[in-house]
């Protein structure tokens, strides 16, 4: 039986250069695998074929026989065998071989792992909220790692150099066998760093950083709240050997207040006043985050009525127009009375009698007035 041209079988042209020949192999060895299509006689031979098409194709002096004189070229007395067999010759490739090259190709295989970047350090920083309303700087001081200044990073003894790792031969990667599958992994010797440092630095023992202590300025802008982070680019940990340094990130608490609660951009604090003011009225001094205002109550104020005061707030970080004040008024009953303000409160009391009562405290009527009906729909 005729057999099918080579160039055919792989679906390449005659001119093809050998990476389109490897790509449309990979493609339909995979398809046509005895181990995807156990079973499968036609499988097997198709994979035989294509197997066959490919060690011709991809050696230079046998697809030139191939080229000149077409499947002639190999029969018994003149260039090469066909080498149709089965198991993967040195020329070959078996189905693990596939997948290791598609996978490598995907995730970087074979190629030298990367320096490790320093470490993102965090440093918690309290501030009072006078402080993250208006800024500050600060002094802190972090552990860290650092450049060695002996070797430069380099991790190596002045005067010797890394060598090559003879595990990975310099990759940085290693293919491991799984059934059928080869899985590319970090070269367990070196690392992944492709090298062996068989003379470390004294100061630093091959890392290339070393441990110290440094102080930093840091400069927090007006308007942070809780939560908030400052990026200390840089700053962070030392990579190995030379790596670039990760980052330092400051990150903001501000401690509760004894006055003032913030919401967002907002302040709110309590303001407590006599029951004479809430009734007649009157001014009262507050305190904003910067100075103090005066605050006008209006007759017949009850408590919880909350007062806004513009533009007293917080600015924020991030920009914008800036917050308000929420003054919530709390009207506070007198205590340690002596024996005239008790006998005036008493007078007072009296002269809400009757119809007057119910004028002077509509609340309580409205509530009184409530009651009466629940009850009354309960005798129903």
């Known amino acids: 039986m005729a057999k099918s041209d080579y160039y055919r079988i792989l679906g390449v042209s005659r001119d093809a250069e050998e990476r389109d020949i490897k790509k449309a192999y990979k493609r339909l060895a995979v398809k046509f695998h005895p181990d995807r299509n156990p079973g499968n006689s036609e499988a097997e031979a198709k994979f035989k074929e294509i197997k066959e098409a490919y060690e011709v194709l991809t050696d230079t002096r046998r697809r030139a026989a191939y080229d000149q004189y077409g499947h002639a070229a190999f029969e018994q007395g003149n260039v090469g065998g066909s080498g149709s067999s089965f198991s993967s010759g040195a020329g070959g490739a078996d189905f693990s071989d596939i997948f290791g ?3 490598g190709d995907i995730f970087g295989g074979g190629r030298r792992q990367r320096a490790s970047r320093g470490a993102d350090l965090s440093y918690d920083m309290e501030l009072s909220l006078e402080e993250a309303v208006r800024g500050v700087t600060r002094e802190i001081r972090v552990p860290s790692l650092e450049k060695c200044s002996l070797c430069y990073g380099s991790g190596i003894k002045s005067g010797t150099k890394a060598i090559t790792c003879l595990t990975c031969h310099g990759q940085g990667q290693v293919q491991i066998r799984q059934g059928f ?3 590319q992994q970090t070269c367990p010797t070196c690392q992944g760093q492709g090298r062996i440092v068989k003379d470390p630095c004294v100061m630093c023992h091959g890392q290339g950083r070393v ?3 440094k102080t930093l300025s840091v400069k927090i802008p007006a308007g942070v709240d809780t939560g908030d982070r400052v990026r200390l680019s840089g700053e962070g940990g030392i990579g190995v050997r030379g790596a670039g340094a990760g980052d330092l990130y400051v990150q903001i608490k501000v401690r509760t207040h004894p006055i003032f609660e913030r919401e967002e951009n907002n302040l709110y604090c309590e303001v407590p006043i006599n029951f004479a003011m809430a009734a ?3 001014e009262i001094e507050v305190p904003t ?4 205002v005066k605050l006008r109550i ?4 009850q408590t919880g009525k909350m007062f806004r005061m513009r533009g007293k707030g917080v600015k924020s970080v991030r920009g914008g127009s800036q917050g308000d004040l929420f003054c919530r008024v709390v009207v506070e009953t007198p ?3 002596n024996e005239r303000q008790k006998r005036l409160l008493q007078e007072l009391e009296e002269s809400f009698g009757g119809l007057n009562g119910q004028q002077n405290s509509p609340r309580s009527k409205s509530f009184l007035e ?3 009906k629940f009850f009354d729909d309960l005798t129903r």
């Open 101 to 103: 090259d598609v996978f």
């Open 181 to 183: 599958f080869t899985v």
């Open 211 to 213: 441990e110290k202590s």
């Open 280 to 282: 007649l009225g009157g």
């Open 289 to 292: 985050l910067n100075s103090r």
């Open 298 to 301: 209006p007759a017949e104020t």
């Open 335 to 337: 205590v340690k009375l």
């Open 370 to 372: 409530g009651v009466k």
